[in-house]
């Protein structure tokens, strides 16, 4: 079934005229569903993070159409900064870049960088032309909990809260964009997403990978991050179905994440086979963590992902979901964040 992504223009019109009286609204990018206000209006700003319920000290993504617009949020563009643009924009690339002197500090943070995507949605792409302005938007969920990949999780999030959701199916990446930032000619990746390290490479050359130690925002930096209410533990994937018996016996329910069918039947698991290729288990992942949220169970256990890059992005974001590694004989339970 196709589906048809694109905003009536009554929608449109209703979601240009909540930006403009300074309200939020929720739309979909590709990589997740961003929570949007008018970038030039601090007020309106602040409503994210008030719903949210974020520290004021996160800075948010400033969304445009188009690449042509960035001079007025962006003091300098660094030189990689322009092939990027020229080779993964519109897309699910996020930039930090030293900012314009009138961007307000409740988008940066206070910090002296601001952090620009240019979506490819068709329907972010609309909304931004309509509005003839920039979004700032970080993703449309609670603060620590799953991002949203369809318009009905952005209405269990936020209900009533919001006058103009608009749905644009689901996000066909799923994950958050892959943000880098620049010092000198230096390129560093500080979340990965599905613009890969190695695509960065073949444009940049050099890529440093993860936030410096004294970098004082993390993209996802807090202890738990895009998670579920359910503990998370991630398990090797050589032990998933012993450790889904053990921690259902006594009749616990358990959920399980896995990347194959069960060796045997489990009494009281729950069990979602999310299958080996990175891009839809990507795809689908945000949505299998709530549907396993919503089983009831007292545990979700996530089967370890492949080494490998194409990996990366998921295995950054199951790392931060997890409130524990597994307890495991030979130490395989312990991940690294990046390679
Ligand atoms: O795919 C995405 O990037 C989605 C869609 C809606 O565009 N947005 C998103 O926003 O994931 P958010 O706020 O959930 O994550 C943005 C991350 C934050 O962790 C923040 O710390 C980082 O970007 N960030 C924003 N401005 C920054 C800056 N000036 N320097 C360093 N990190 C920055
Ligand atoms: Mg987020």
Not at 101 to 117: C, E, L, N
Request: proline residues 7%.
């Amino acid at each position: 079934m196709v589906r048809i992504v694109r905003a009536t223009q009554v929608e449109l019109e209703s979601a240009v005229q909540a930006l403009r009286d300074g309200e939020l609204i929720a739309f979909p990018t590709e990589t997740v569903y961003g929570l949007g206000a008018n970038a030039q209006n601090p007020a309106a700003v602040r409503k994210i993070f008030e719903l949210k319920g974020r520290p004021a000290s996160h800075p948010v993504i400033v969304h445009l159409d188009s690449p042509r617009f960035l001079h007025r949020w962006v003091r300098e563009v660094p030189e990689p900064a322009n092939r990027l643009a020229e080779a993964f924009w519109p897309g699910p690339l996020t930039m930090v870049m030293p900012r314009a002197a009138h961007v307000h500090d409740v988008i940066t943070g206070g910090q002296d960088t601001i952090a620009i995507r240019v979506p490819a949605h068709p329907m972010a792409q609309q909304i931004l032309t309509a509005f003839g302005g920039g979004l700032a938007a970080p993703s449309a969920n609670r603060y620590g909990r799953i991002s949203p990949t369809r318009a009905e999780h952005v209405r269990e999030e936020f209900g009533d809260a919001l006058r103009v959701i608009l749905d644009g199916g689901e996000c066909q990446i799923g994950l958050e964009s892959t943000i880098v930032a620049f010092a000198g000619d230096q390129v560093r990746l500080l979340r990965p997403g599905s613009v890969t390290a190695a695509q960065l490479r073949e444009v940049v050359g050099e890529l440093a990978i993860g936030a410096e130690a004294d970098s004082p925002r993390v993209p996802g930096g807090t202890p738990t991050h895009y998670a579920p209410s359910t503990p998370l533990t991630i398990v090797p994937a050589g032990e998933v179905d012993a450790q889904a018996d053990a921690a259902s016996s006594g009749g616990r329910r358990v959920a399980v994440l896995a990347q194959r069918l069960p060796l045997r039947s489990h009494k009281y698991v729950t069990w979602i086979n999310a299958g080996r290729r990175p891009e839809a288990y990507a795809r689908d992942l945000y949505n299998n963590l709530r549907t396993l949220d919503r089983a009831g169970c007292q545990r979700i256990l996530v089967q370890s992902v492949p080494d490998g890059e194409a990996w990366d992005a998921v295995r950054d974001r199951l790392v931060r979901a997890a409130t524990n590694i597994a307890d495991s004989d030979d130490g395989t339970g312990t991940m690294a964040v990046l390679p």
